[in-house]
């Protein structure tokens, strides 16, 4: 297995919260052309639910609604092994009680040869991290309204 993750790009992980319980799947096909085109690779796919008295279930991948709208099975067999019971009662300490959650964990496969050739180059990644697309919108907000106060009409 050490050698295989010599060859893996960087991993991650994200949440993702369906309030009220509502996953549409509106996004599953773009995850699926993410995947076909070898940009990511599922490790770990699974849901939670988190009901109004705080009780984390774990959701099986399939239709989970029941109505055959959202099919779910063409990420059946997406566990690497990864995600423990710790992992998911974490990702439920971020959900809201009476909601789901998508908890996925992929490589990006994009950056592979990146990774690779740094590792060969006696490189390792010493920190990572993401910026919320709200953080950068403020961000940029305050910005624009910084520049727009210095300044004085000809």
Do not use: C, H
């Amino acid at each position: 297995m050490s050698d295989d993750v010599e060859e893996m790009g960087p991993v991650d992980y994200l949440v993702v919260e369906f309030p009220g319980n509502r996953m549409t799947g509106e996004g599953l096909p773009l995850l699926v052309d993410l995947v076909d085109r070898k940009i990511i690779r599922i490790l770990d796919l699974l849901f939670v639910r988190k009901d109004a008295d705080g009780t984390v279930t774990a959701l099986e991948l399939a239709d989970l609604d029941g109505d055959g709208t959202l099919d779910l099975t063409v990420f059946e067999g997406a566990s690497s092994g990864l995600l423990g019971r710790d992992d998911v009662e974490e990702a439920a300490a971020a959900v809201e009680p009476g909601n789901s959650a998508a908890v996925l964990v992929y490589e990006n496969t994009w950056a592979a040869p990146l990774a690779r050739a740094m590792r060969r180059g006696g490189a390792q990644l010493v920190a990572g991290g993401r910026i919320p697309v709200q953080a950068l919108l403020s961000a940029l907000d305050e910005v624009e309204g910084a520049s727009g106060r210095g300044t004085t009409a000809a």
